[in-house]
Every structure is written in C-alpha cells, then in structure tokens.
C-alpha cells in the first residue's frame, strides 16, 4: 500500500471508531413546560427548544461524530442553564431571574447560538418577534409567576 493510501485508511479507521465512542442523545419527558402565549411559544419552540427543553430535535448530523460530540454538549449544557421542559417546579425567584436573561440574550443577539443558526438559518429571532420576546419575558411571565406566587400562598 502507498503511503497516501495508507494514511487515508488509517483516518477512515479512526472515524469509524469514533462512532462507538457513546454520546448522550436523550429527550427525557416533558415534566413542566413554561407553556408561554402561543405566539411567543412559537418562536421558543423554533429557536431555543432544541437546546433548552427535552424536545430536542435531533438532526442528522447530531448522529455523526464527532459532530454530534459538539451538539451533544451544547443540548446538554444549554439544558442545565435552562429547560423550558422542567420549568413548571423553579422557585418563583429563579423563574423571574430566567425570563430577564431570556430578554438579555435575545436582546444582545447572543442566542440562539451562532454555530446553531449556521445550520438553522430560520431559527434567528426576527426583529419584529422581539417585541412579543420583550414583553412575556420581563411582562406577563413574570405576572404568571406573581400570579403563581399568590396561589401557593392561598391569596
Ligand atoms: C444550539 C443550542 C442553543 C440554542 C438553539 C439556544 N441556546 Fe441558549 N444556551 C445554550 C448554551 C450551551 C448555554 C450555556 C452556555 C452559554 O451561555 O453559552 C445557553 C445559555 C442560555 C441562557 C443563559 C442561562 C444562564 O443560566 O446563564 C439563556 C437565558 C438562554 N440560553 C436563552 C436562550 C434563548 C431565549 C434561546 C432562543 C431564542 C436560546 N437560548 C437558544 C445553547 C443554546
């Protein structure tokens, strides 16, 4: 065998290999969903669900490695920072301080993530969606946590 050759089966080997290496790719259930307005549910759902709830829409990349290593930590990690899926039982203080940083880095453009609208173009908050984003998240979701609030106190 010549040496290119060599080296090119030696790399097809390793990217073989590299996909037994486990990735963890689960959609665990939905225990609470922040059930946002339909408006504004829409746009979660199209643009932070993948990576902030258990209804994440694997692609098919997600299955190659070491691609998949790469959306694997970001749905993981985009989880524990915040899972709309598992909202439901946040104390009201961290459900409050999550909506402001909803705004926050939707307002700065930080999220969605910028390697994820490579792949997902249509998954950009548009400027006229931000006004709905504005409002829920530092308006009427922070009067239903109030709300919330008050039910559990009996008031
Ligand atoms: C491709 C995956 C991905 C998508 C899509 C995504 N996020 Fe994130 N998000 C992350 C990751 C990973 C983190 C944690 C690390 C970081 O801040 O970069 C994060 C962090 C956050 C945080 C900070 C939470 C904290 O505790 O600091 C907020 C708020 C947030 N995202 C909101 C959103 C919103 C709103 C959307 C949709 C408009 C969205 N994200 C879309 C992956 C994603």
Redesign the pocket.
Known sequence: MSKSRLVIVSLAGVFVALQFVPVERSNPPVSGDVAAPPPVDAI?RR??Y???SNETRWPWYAKVAPVSWLVAR??N??RE??NFSEWAPLPAGKKRH?LK??WE??EEGE???A??LFMHGD?K?APDELGAIHDWALGAGQDAVDREEEGERGG
């Open positions: 979660l643009s932070c993948d990576c902030h970001d749905v990690h985009g920072h915040l999550k940083e909803v880095e939707v999220m969605p993530l390697i994820y998954a908050v």
